[in-house]
């Protein structure tokens, strides 16, 4: 269909108009397709741009801890300083607006949100988000809100968009992909949703940086928005079921402890009781179980104490890792 060349930098215009109309019907989300969507290389293009868009240096970002790396690292690369703000288990990883407001200070620009969450799999509550919200109004910050699980959510869990929250939309930089919800993430396809004035300013950016995402890769995702919605609701239900069977195989692991994740594919078990740093329970599991989970300080040192499982393959190997975890935990005994 011809579709081999340069498109728009802010992606091709069916492209943007399918996201609309999603963002209207799933997001409760209002947007202009001509100005506040744009195309980007997966939702960590859409983060680096929104990070280079809005960060001066010396600007101040507020980062969840535990959280996805890369943030910290976009962070430093477009010249800000990130500032973690600590998610606890106690909260149920719910971040905590008081803990927040402690580290806003006067060089405060903006806080990431993410949910649901990667490590921790929490799906932030209403009245989480709409205490996020009132913050941010109050404080004058963007809010950069992460929604690469959106779809991933599992028993009475809900997910709601930061933006779709009054006063919001344009101080939110709502962040999607199709890299989760429809496991393209080779594709290397996303979308970055903001008011218009950012959005130009991330378009800029993008010329600059990689012109545009690949052009066969947003015909791709228009497919996907477009078409038939079973094939996720058939992946989502067999996360749910992976979820059980790793809820299941880790209850009969005495001394792990953990919340169920209501969200993503991860979950976020508590092994501070055998004594050992994340790191070195990690590398005691690849060596002794020959089992790879990631520690839980990869994701900033309040992740220390906890490890984090993904639980993305296949039930089979699923279980034989359960079996093959259970097994090096009780020679710790
Ligand atoms: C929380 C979170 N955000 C963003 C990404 C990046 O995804 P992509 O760039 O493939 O959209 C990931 C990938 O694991 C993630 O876990």
């Given at each position: 269909k011809g579709y081999t060349h340069y498109t728009s930098n802010k992606?091709?215009?069916?492209f943007r108009e399918a996201v609309a109309q999603k963002l209207k019907s799933e997001n409760h989300m209002d947007v202009d397709?001509?100005?506040?969507?744009?195309?980007?290389?997966g939702s960590m293009?859409?983060?680096?741009?929104?990070?280079?868009?809005?960060?001066?240096?010396?600007?101040?970002?507020?980062?969840?801890?535990?959280?996805?790396?890369?943030?910290r690292s976009q962070v430093l690369m477009a010249g800000g300083k990130p500032v973690p703000y600590?998610?606890?288990?106690?909260?149920?990883?719910?971040?905590?607006?008081?803990?927040?407001?402690?580290?806003?200070?006067?060089?405060?620009?903006?806080?990431?949100?993410n949910s649901p969450s990667n490590p921790t799999g929490a799906v932030l509550s209403n009245d989480v988000l709409k205490e996020i919200a009132d913050l941010a109004i109050e404080r004058n910050l963007i809010v950069i809100s992460d929604e690469a699980y959106e779809r991933i959510i599992y028993e009475n869990a809900h997910h709601v968009s930061l933006a779709s929250l009054p006063g919001m939309m344009h101080r939110t930089i709502s962040i999607f992909t199709f890299s989760k919800t429809y496991a393209m993430?080779?594709?290397?396809?996303?979308?970055?949703?903001?008011?218009e004035a950012i959005i130009s300013e991330m378009t800029?950016?993008?010329?600059?940086?990689v012109a545009h995402p690949s052009s066969i890769s947003q015909i791709a995702a228009i497919a996907a928005l477009t078409g038939p919605d079973c094939y996720v609701k058939r992946m989502i239900n067999e996360y749910a079921e992976r979820r059980r069977i790793m809820i299941q195989g880790l209850s009969n692991i005495s001394g792990i402890r953990f919340l169920k994740p209501m969200g993503a594919f991860y979950i976020f078990p508590n092994v501070s009781i055998f004594?050992?740093?994340?790191?070195?329970?990690?590398?005691y599991l690849l060596e002794n179980a020959r089992v790879i989970v990631v520690p839980g300080t990869a994701f900033g040192r309040f992740g220390e104490g906890y490890i984090r499982i993904s639980y993305s393959i296949s039930r089979e190997r699923l279980k034989e890792a359960l079996e093959r975890i259970a097994e090096s935990v009780e020679k710790l005994k």
């Amino acid at each position: 269909k011809g579709y081999t060349h340069y498109t728009s930098n802010k992606g091709l215009a069916e492209f943007r108009e399918a996201v609309a109309q999603k963002l209207k019907s799933e997001n409760h989300m209002d947007v202009d397709p001509e100005t506040e969507v744009m195309a980007t290389v997966g939702s960590m293009g859409a983060l680096s741009l929104a990070m280079l868009t809005i960060i001066d240096p010396g600007d101040e970002i507020l980062i969840p801890s535990p959280g996805y790396a890369n943030y910290r690292s976009q962070v430093l690369m477009a010249g800000g300083k990130p500032v973690p703000y600590r998610l606890k288990e106690d909260d149920a990883f719910q971040p905590d607006i008081e803990e927040i407001s402690n580290v806003i200070t006067g060089r405060t620009k903006a806080m990431v949100i993410n949910s649901p969450s990667n490590p921790t799999g929490a799906v932030l509550s209403n009245d989480v988000l709409k205490e996020i919200a009132d913050l941010a109004i109050e404080r004058n910050l963007i809010v950069i809100s992460d929604e690469a699980y959106e779809r991933i959510i599992y028993e009475n869990a809900h997910h709601v968009s930061l933006a779709s929250l009054p006063g919001m939309m344009h101080r939110t930089i709502s962040i999607f992909t199709f890299s989760k919800t429809y496991a393209m993430t080779g594709w290397r396809i996303g979308y970055a949703v903001a008011d218009e004035a950012i959005i130009s300013e991330m378009t800029k950016l993008q010329e600059h940086l990689v012109a545009h995402p690949s052009s066969i890769s947003q015909i791709a995702a228009i497919a996907a928005l477009t078409g038939p919605d079973c094939y996720v609701k058939r992946m989502i239900n067999e996360y749910a079921e992976r979820r059980r069977i790793m809820i299941q195989g880790l209850s009969n692991i005495s001394g792990i402890r953990f919340l169920k994740p209501m969200g993503a594919f991860y979950i976020f078990p508590n092994v501070s009781i055998f004594q050992m740093s994340s790191r070195e329970f990690t590398m005691y599991l690849l060596e002794n179980a020959r089992v790879i989970v990631v520690p839980g300080t990869a994701f900033g040192r309040f992740g220390e104490g906890y490890i984090r499982i993904s639980y993305s393959i296949s039930r089979e190997r699923l279980k034989e890792a359960l079996e093959r975890i259970a097994e090096s935990v009780e020679k710790l005994k």
